[in-house]
């Protein structure tokens, strides 16, 4: 996921750098993702490193683990709050954001994120979000949403962020970009 994110920030803001988030119930700020410091920053932040079976052999903590009881990792997970404070976070004017936002297994209670992605309706931001939630996500049904409320239209969810071996990158890159690069034509109030 670091790796692509970085890959695609570069092609769309050169110099820019990525800026990772990572939330649980509360949202944090990771320093920033360059691609030149990509491959130190994803051993570090994105990867837990497997267990050891003999203590002389383990690895030390990287920085993700170290911060484990600060971040509340591997606890409950609020996507809700998480587009709160992302989007508190950005410029309320200029260039468009575009959000990658990973899921990986949310469950199925999707009324706080529908009214945080409604509260962030009218933001300069694209939430483009990826993985395989539960099928009652509310991600499943952006439709229906769109229906409740049709100003939100700065959302898109794409399921095939984990495309199989030797599927050419460009590929991966287009499906999630074609919802951003719509809306970004779309006229603003």
Known sequence: MARRAVTLGEFLAP?????????????????QLL????????EDWAVVPPKSLLTRDASPDNQLLANTKRFGLFGFDDEAEAVRAI???????GDPT?????????GDDG????DQLEAASGANVFWQFLGDPDSGHVLWH???LRAEAPHITNVSFY???????????YLLFRGPLKPFVRWCRQPKN
């Open 15 to 31: 110099g820019a750098g990525v800026e990772p988030w990572i939330y649980t119930a509360r949202a944090h700020r990771l320093p």
């Open 35 to 42: 691609p030149a410091n990509a491959v130190e920053w994803i």
């Open 87 to 93: 989007t508190a976070s950005l410029p309320k004017d």
């Open 98 to 106: 575009l959000v990658l936002f990973h899921v990986w297994a949310p």
């Open 111 to 114: 009324t706080p994120l529908a």
């Open 142 to 144: 952006l439709d229906e």
């Open 159 to 169: 399921r095939w962020w984990n495309m199989p071996q030797g599927v050419p990158e």
